[in-house]
Protein backbone atom coordinates (compact mmCIF):
# COMPACT_ATOMS: atom_id res chain seq x y z
CA UNK A 1 0.00 0.00 0.00
CA UNK A 2 3.01 2.27 0.36
CA UNK A 3 2.08 4.99 -2.24
CA UNK A 4 3.39 7.89 -0.40
CA UNK A 5 6.64 7.16 0.98
CA UNK A 6 8.36 10.24 1.28
CA UNK A 7 5.59 12.47 1.36
CA UNK A 8 4.81 14.93 4.11
CA UNK A 9 1.14 15.24 5.22
CA UNK A 10 -0.77 18.11 7.21
CA UNK A 11 -3.99 16.59 8.63
CA UNK A 12 -6.51 19.27 10.32
CA UNK A 13 -8.85 17.96 12.97
CA UNK A 14 -6.69 14.75 13.08
CA UNK A 15 -7.94 13.77 16.77
CA UNK A 16 -11.34 11.50 15.39
CA UNK A 17 -13.55 10.51 12.92
CA UNK A 18 -12.72 11.37 9.64
CA UNK A 19 -9.77 13.54 10.41
CA UNK A 20 -8.44 10.21 12.18
CA UNK A 21 -9.19 7.53 9.61
CA UNK A 22 -7.30 9.92 6.91
CA UNK A 23 -4.61 10.10 8.98
CA UNK A 24 -4.04 6.55 9.76
CA UNK A 25 -4.83 5.40 5.85
CA UNK A 26 -1.92 7.79 4.40
CA UNK A 27 0.40 7.16 7.01
CA UNK A 28 -0.51 3.32 6.09
CA UNK A 29 0.63 3.89 2.50
CA UNK A 30 4.03 5.90 3.86
CA UNK A 31 3.45 9.33 4.14
CA UNK A 32 4.77 11.11 7.64
CA UNK A 33 1.69 12.37 8.93
CA UNK A 34 1.65 15.60 11.03
CA UNK A 35 -2.05 15.44 13.12
CA UNK A 36 -3.52 18.96 13.93
CA UNK A 37 -6.35 19.94 16.23
CA UNK A 38 -7.13 21.66 19.40
CA UNK A 39 -7.58 18.55 21.36
CA UNK A 40 -3.93 17.60 22.26
CA UNK A 41 -5.18 14.11 24.47
CA UNK A 42 -7.08 12.80 21.28
CA UNK A 43 -3.81 13.53 18.68
CA UNK A 44 -1.92 11.76 20.93
CA UNK A 45 -3.91 8.48 20.75
CA UNK A 46 -3.72 8.71 17.03
CA UNK A 47 -0.34 9.53 16.75
CA UNK A 48 0.59 6.62 19.16
CA UNK A 49 -1.60 4.23 17.15
CA UNK A 50 0.28 5.35 13.92
CA UNK A 51 3.56 4.94 15.18
CA UNK A 52 2.67 1.53 16.85
CA UNK A 53 1.70 0.41 13.07
CA UNK A 54 4.85 1.12 12.11
CA UNK A 55 4.06 4.89 10.59
CA UNK A 56 5.28 8.21 11.14
CA UNK A 57 3.08 10.98 13.49
CA UNK A 58 3.69 14.35 15.08
CA UNK A 59 0.89 15.68 16.85
CA UNK A 60 1.00 19.56 16.92
CA UNK A 61 -2.21 21.43 18.38
CA UNK A 62 -3.30 24.49 16.51
CA UNK A 63 -6.35 26.58 16.48
CA UNK A 64 -6.83 27.33 12.62
CA UNK A 65 -8.33 30.14 13.20
CA UNK A 66 -5.69 31.74 14.40
CA UNK A 67 -3.18 32.69 12.13
CA UNK A 68 0.05 32.50 14.51
CA UNK A 69 -0.95 28.99 15.73
CA UNK A 70 -1.15 28.18 11.94
CA UNK A 71 2.22 29.37 11.04
CA UNK A 72 4.06 27.67 13.84
CA UNK A 73 2.20 24.30 12.70
CA UNK A 74 3.91 24.39 9.06
CA UNK A 75 7.13 25.37 10.58
CA UNK A 76 6.65 22.83 13.10
CA UNK A 77 5.99 20.42 10.10
CA UNK A 78 9.23 21.96 7.87
CA UNK A 79 11.47 21.51 11.37
CA UNK A 80 10.33 17.51 11.62
CA UNK A 81 10.61 16.22 8.17
CA UNK A 82 10.43 18.82 5.47
CA UNK A 83 7.70 20.94 4.09
CA UNK A 84 4.04 19.51 3.58
CA UNK A 85 3.69 18.10 -0.08
CA UNK A 86 0.04 17.08 1.11
CA UNK A 87 -2.96 18.58 2.62
CA UNK A 88 -6.22 17.52 3.62
CA UNK A 89 -8.16 20.09 5.66
CA UNK A 90 -10.81 18.92 7.64
CA UNK A 91 -11.67 20.44 10.89
CA UNK A 92 -14.85 21.94 10.75
CA UNK A 93 -17.17 23.42 12.91
CA UNK A 94 -21.32 22.24 12.51
CA UNK A 95 -22.59 24.49 15.21
CA UNK A 96 -24.41 26.48 15.40
CA UNK A 97 -27.74 24.38 14.34
CA UNK A 98 -30.37 27.46 15.29
CA UNK A 99 -32.14 29.84 12.96
CA UNK A 100 -30.39 32.94 12.33
CA UNK A 101 -33.20 34.77 13.90
CA UNK A 102 -32.22 33.26 17.45
CA UNK A 103 -28.21 32.32 16.34
CA UNK A 104 -25.27 33.92 19.08
CA UNK A 105 -23.65 36.02 16.72
CA UNK A 106 -20.42 35.15 18.19
CA UNK A 107 -20.75 31.41 17.66
CA UNK A 108 -22.02 32.04 14.17
CA UNK A 109 -19.00 34.21 12.97
CA UNK A 110 -16.74 31.61 15.00
CA UNK A 111 -18.20 28.63 12.93
CA UNK A 112 -17.12 31.07 9.87
CA UNK A 113 -13.62 31.70 11.10
CA UNK A 114 -12.80 28.00 11.32
CA UNK A 115 -14.60 26.52 8.41
CA UNK A 116 -13.81 29.21 6.16
CA UNK A 117 -11.29 31.29 7.69
CA UNK A 118 -9.17 28.11 8.57
CA UNK A 119 -9.32 26.76 5.64
CA UNK A 120 -7.42 29.53 3.98
CA UNK A 121 -4.82 30.19 6.63
CA UNK A 122 -4.00 26.72 6.91
CA UNK A 123 -3.64 26.62 2.81
CA UNK A 124 -2.36 29.38 2.58
CA UNK A 125 0.81 28.76 4.92
CA UNK A 126 1.29 25.33 3.26
CA UNK A 127 0.81 26.85 -0.32
CA UNK A 128 4.66 28.24 -0.94
CA UNK A 129 6.49 25.17 -0.16
CA UNK A 130 3.98 23.56 -2.51
CA UNK A 131 4.99 25.89 -5.36
CA UNK A 132 8.41 25.75 -4.57
CA UNK A 133 8.60 21.90 -5.46
CA UNK A 134 6.09 22.32 -8.12
CA UNK A 135 4.23 19.74 -6.48
CA UNK A 136 0.96 19.35 -4.19
CA UNK A 137 -2.06 17.70 -3.28
CA UNK A 138 -4.41 19.85 -1.14
CA UNK A 139 -8.35 18.60 -0.45
CA UNK A 140 -10.73 20.10 1.68
CA UNK A 141 -13.62 18.45 3.11
CA UNK A 142 -16.82 19.69 2.26
CA UNK A 143 -20.31 18.39 2.49
CA UNK A 144 -23.70 17.92 0.92
CA UNK A 145 -24.64 21.18 3.04
CA UNK A 146 -22.73 23.01 0.72
CA UNK A 147 -25.14 22.23 -2.07
CA UNK A 148 -28.65 21.62 -0.54
CA UNK A 149 -30.12 24.88 1.71
CA UNK A 150 -30.98 23.86 5.16
CA UNK A 151 -32.97 25.71 8.11
CA UNK A 152 -31.21 26.01 11.07
CA UNK A 153 -27.81 25.19 9.54
CA UNK A 154 -26.67 28.68 7.84
CA UNK A 155 -23.49 28.79 9.31
CA UNK A 156 -22.21 25.60 8.04
CA UNK A 157 -24.03 25.64 4.81
CA UNK A 158 -22.34 29.04 3.80
CA UNK A 159 -19.07 27.97 5.16
CA UNK A 160 -18.97 24.79 3.20
CA UNK A 161 -20.52 26.65 0.47
CA UNK A 162 -17.53 28.88 -0.01
CA UNK A 163 -14.58 26.18 0.28
CA UNK A 164 -16.06 24.43 -2.46
CA UNK A 165 -15.83 27.66 -4.11
CA UNK A 166 -12.29 28.61 -2.67
CA UNK A 167 -10.73 25.03 -4.07
CA UNK A 168 -12.26 25.79 -7.45
CA UNK A 169 -11.11 28.70 -7.55
CA UNK A 170 -7.73 28.17 -6.38
CA UNK A 171 -7.73 25.18 -8.98
CA UNK A 172 -7.37 27.76 -11.70
CA UNK A 173 -4.66 29.46 -9.64
CA UNK A 174 -2.90 26.64 -9.39
CA UNK A 175 -3.03 25.27 -13.32
CA UNK A 176 0.01 23.97 -14.20
CA UNK A 177 2.03 24.69 -10.91
CA UNK A 178 1.90 20.73 -9.88
CA UNK A 179 -0.29 21.91 -7.40
CA UNK A 180 -4.03 20.48 -7.85
CA UNK A 181 -7.13 21.46 -5.00
CA UNK A 182 -10.03 19.68 -4.81
CA UNK A 183 -13.24 19.89 -2.20
CA UNK A 184 -14.33 16.42 -1.03
CA UNK A 185 -17.74 15.48 0.00
CA UNK A 186 -17.73 12.08 2.48
CA UNK A 187 -21.17 11.78 2.51
CA UNK A 188 -23.18 10.50 5.79
CA UNK A 189 -20.49 8.58 8.38
CA UNK A 190 -20.47 7.27 12.14
CA UNK A 191 -19.02 10.36 13.56
CA UNK A 192 -19.44 12.47 16.97
CA UNK A 193 -20.42 15.53 14.66
CA UNK A 194 -23.27 13.08 13.34
CA UNK A 195 -24.10 12.25 16.85
CA UNK A 196 -24.27 16.13 17.83
CA UNK A 197 -26.52 16.80 14.49
CA UNK A 198 -28.92 13.82 16.12
CA UNK A 199 -29.25 15.22 19.29
CA UNK A 200 -30.32 18.62 17.96
CA UNK A 201 -33.99 19.37 18.11
CA UNK A 202 -36.51 19.73 14.82
CA UNK A 203 -37.39 23.36 16.10
CA UNK A 204 -33.30 23.92 16.38
CA UNK A 205 -32.92 22.14 13.15
CA UNK A 206 -35.64 20.74 11.15
CA UNK A 207 -33.85 17.61 9.42
CA UNK A 208 -32.37 16.41 12.48
CA UNK A 209 -35.02 13.70 11.96
CA UNK A 210 -33.14 12.60 8.63
CA UNK A 211 -29.83 12.02 10.34
CA UNK A 212 -31.92 10.24 12.91
CA UNK A 213 -33.52 7.97 10.51
CA UNK A 214 -30.02 7.46 8.29
CA UNK A 215 -28.50 6.01 11.62
CA UNK A 216 -31.62 3.69 12.19
CA UNK A 217 -31.41 2.41 8.70
CA UNK A 218 -27.60 1.97 9.02
CA UNK A 219 -26.59 4.31 6.28
CA UNK A 220 -24.22 5.55 8.21
CA UNK A 221 -20.38 4.52 6.91
CA UNK A 222 -17.15 4.44 9.02
CA UNK A 223 -15.14 6.82 8.38
CA UNK A 224 -12.33 4.20 6.80
CA UNK A 225 -13.96 4.15 3.34
CA UNK A 226 -14.45 7.73 2.48
CA UNK A 227 -10.94 8.44 4.25
CA UNK A 228 -10.08 5.96 1.15
CA UNK A 229 -11.20 8.85 -1.51
CA UNK A 230 -9.45 11.04 0.11
CA UNK A 231 -6.40 9.10 0.13
CA UNK A 232 -6.99 8.48 -3.46
CA UNK A 233 -7.09 12.23 -4.41
CA UNK A 234 -3.71 12.84 -2.65
CA UNK A 235 -2.00 10.39 -4.57
CA UNK A 236 0.85 11.67 -7.34
CA UNK A 237 -1.34 9.48 -10.34
CA UNK A 238 -4.69 11.66 -9.22
CA UNK A 239 -4.43 15.34 -11.46
CA UNK A 240 -7.93 15.99 -10.75
CA UNK A 241 -8.28 19.49 -9.40
CA UNK A 242 -10.76 21.69 -9.16
CA UNK A 243 -13.76 19.57 -8.45
CA UNK A 244 -16.00 18.89 -6.03
CA UNK A 245 -15.88 15.18 -5.52
CA UNK A 246 -18.68 13.25 -3.94
CA UNK A 247 -18.22 9.85 -2.33
CA UNK A 248 -21.67 8.52 -3.62
CA UNK A 249 -20.24 9.19 -7.06
CA UNK A 250 -19.95 5.25 -8.30
CA UNK A 251 -17.70 5.97 -11.52
CA UNK A 252 -14.82 7.69 -8.59
CA UNK A 253 -15.62 4.49 -6.17
CA UNK A 254 -14.83 2.19 -8.79
CA UNK A 255 -11.42 4.45 -8.93
CA UNK A 256 -10.87 4.47 -5.41
CA UNK A 257 -10.80 0.55 -4.90
CA UNK A 258 -8.13 0.09 -7.96
CA UNK A 259 -5.79 2.60 -6.74
CA UNK A 260 -6.97 2.02 -2.98
CA UNK A 261 -7.99 -1.16 -1.51
CA UNK A 262 -10.33 -1.55 1.34
Partial sequence: ????????????????????????????????????????????????????????????????????????????????VGPATILVNNAGMVDPMVPLARSNAALWLRSVAINVGGTYLVTRAALPGMLDRSYGRIVTISSGAATRPSAGWTAYAAGKAAVVQMMRSLALELDGTGVTANAFNPGYMDTEMQERIRRTST????????????????????????????????????????EHVEWTDEGLRREVDRAVPA
Fill in 203 to 242: TDFPRSDEYRAAEREGKLKNPKEPARGVAYLVLPSTERSG
Fill in 1 to 80: MAELTGHVAIVTGAGRGLGRAVSERLAAMGASVVLASRNAPELDDVAKAIKRAGGKALAQTADIADERQVQELVLATERW
